[in-house]
């Protein structure tokens, strides 16, 4: 029997910390005397009370009750649903985004660090509205699940199942053999970038309203900014730090603990980071020479604008410094192509992951060897460790599923009356957590001319693609909710 009352506990705690983050917005309005205080109090009040209800139902069932597998994926997709719809409420109660379908997608893509918005006057909105809106990615970053996870054996509950719900990557390397454990030092590396680019950003000219909002998207690759031209309102200094720091958030937080404990031959030796760091340069040395010779730009800011626009897509950070789709119909559809990719497992990117292609790659690579030695017995290496059977056909499952739903997805937003470039950008865009995608929602677009049932579905595909889609689509199958 699935057990509701853990669940209701731990989403109520999910709100609890949410009504709590709501209220840090307060004082953004009072320095600014701007709108925004009452709506993030009133917000903030509703979370807690409904929290602190579901809290205290299940609260008897805490400290006897684990969560198992099923409640762990029910945990997830309630509490993302909830962090959600509660969480939209700052934007419906000041009249910011006064409707709901344009509240829920700009929190949705909040939450899930995509980073496509509905506003159309970033720079007129009230500062504390748009730090919330920051927030929200950054909370959605690392997973506020994990947090909780940190904070469960203070509830009597264990988290391991969580932990595998929220981040469902083909990854398993471990920083503590105690799930806690390592969800605490995920946060305190998390904390740790996100303080020190905030001051780096504040040193190298940015105010420090706009500083902390940057690092909480930079760190989260959400790709909220407070400027309606995104990074391209910035120097380029502020714009090479953003770049360094995007790479950060797209390497596995397990590689960037090795590297900061000086275990450097531990960095080196993940084939997921080389593969990362590798297609990186050698993206940035072709699509910079392409832009030098076509656009007139100076050497310096072809490789700057071409470093900054591929390293955000593949962190699917979405922050934009240059329309790439200006550039040649050749490089939009590499730039289109990178909507897929992701960065590392174990990150705070979106996308398919490096480590998933990886293994595709060579998978298919060792085929040609088994074609010409059937008997043979041809394991796929990663690391120098053998990747089981299982893992490799989970990641050509997943890979399926994914292009099988980009294509509905597709097709559906074809229905809906997109033209063919909007609805595979879009469609793309809001699967991989990205943001700017192609067509009509380019680097310089935005999502507001949509009808209202697109963002809708386009909310549906950004949650879908947060959880990596196993999450979500479990929870459809019919042998899910049968009692063993």
């Known amino acids: 029997m699935i057990n509701f009352k853990v669940i209701a506990s731990v989403v109520g705690v999910l709100l609890i910390l949410i009504g709590l983050l709501m209220f840090t917005g307060i004082p953004f309005s009072w320095y600014f005397h701007t709108d925004g205080a009452y709506a993030l109090l009133w917000s903030g009040l509703i979370n807690l009370s409904i929290g602190g209800g579901l809290w205290f139902w299940g609260k008897k069932d805490r400290g006897s009750s684990k969560v ?27 009249g ?22 509905v506003l159309t006057e970033i720079e007129g909105a009230p ?12 909370i959605g970053g690392m997973g506020i699940i994990v947090l909780t996870v940190a904070i469960f054996p203070l509830l009597g509950i264990g988290g391991v199942e969580l932990f595998v719900a929220e981040a469902p990557g083909p990854t398993s390397d471990k920083l503590h053999p105690r799930i806690s454990e390592t969800a605490k030092r995920l946060w305190l590396i998390y904390v740790g970038l996100t303080f020190i680019l905030a001051v780096l950003l504040f040193i190298e000219g940015m105010s420090a309203y706009e500083a902390i909002n940057h690092a909480l998207t930079t760190m989260a690759t959400g790709g909220f900014s407070t400027r309606n031209a995104s990074m391209a309102a910035f120097p380029p200094i502020i714009q090479y730090t953003v770049i360094l720091f995007m790479f950060f958030a797209g390497t596995n937080y397990t590689v960037i603990y090795f590297g900061l404990k000086g275990k450097l031959k531990k960095v080196w030796g993940s084939e997921e980071f ?12 072709f699509v910079s020479l392409q832009v030098y010779w076509t656009s007139g730009l100076s050497l310096e800011q072809s490789v700057r604008d071409s470093l900054f626009q591929i390293v955000s897509l593949i962190t699917t950070t979405g922050f934009v410094s240059a329309d790439y789709t200006s550039w040649t119909e050749g490089l939009t559809l590499v730039f289109f192509v990178l909507l897929f990719l992701g960065a590392s497992a174990g990150s705070t990117s979106g996308g398919i992951k490096m480590i998933r292609n990886i293994v595709f790659v060579k998978n298919s690579f060792l085929e040609f060897k088994r074609l010409l030695h059937p008997r043979a017995i041809i394991p796929l290496k990663l690391n120098g460790q053998v990747v089981p059977e299982g893992i490799i056909t989970h990641i050509i499952s997943f890979l399926l599923l994914y292009i099988l739903i980009f294509i509905l997805g597709s ?40 009808p209202p049932e697109v963002k809708i579905f386009l909310s549906f595909l950004m949650l879908l693609g947060r959880l990596e889609l196993f999450t979500i689509l479990v929870l459809f199958m019919p042998y899910f909710w049968k009692v063993n």
């Open 68 to 94: 198992k597998k099923r409640e762990g994926y029910l945990i997830v997709a309630i509490g993302w649903f909830a962090m959600v719809l509660f969480g939209m409420l700052p934007y419906l109660f000041s």
């Open 96 to 117: 910011l985004l006064p409707t709901i379908p344009d509240a829920l997608f700009e929190t949705v893509s909040g939450m899930t660090t995509t980073g496509a918005s």
């Open 127 to 138: 500062e504390a509205l748009l730090y919330w809106r920051s927030l929200t990615q950054w």
């Open 274 to 285: 080389r593969g990362y760091l590798l297609l990186t340069v050698f993206l940035t040395i």
């Open 411 to 450: 097709l559906v937003l074809s229905w809906m009356g997109l033209d063919f470039m909007t609805a595979i950008g879009a469609a793309a865009t809001s699967l991989g957590n990205v943001g700017p995608g192609i067509g009509k929602v380019g680097p310089v677009d935005n999502f507001a001319w949509l």
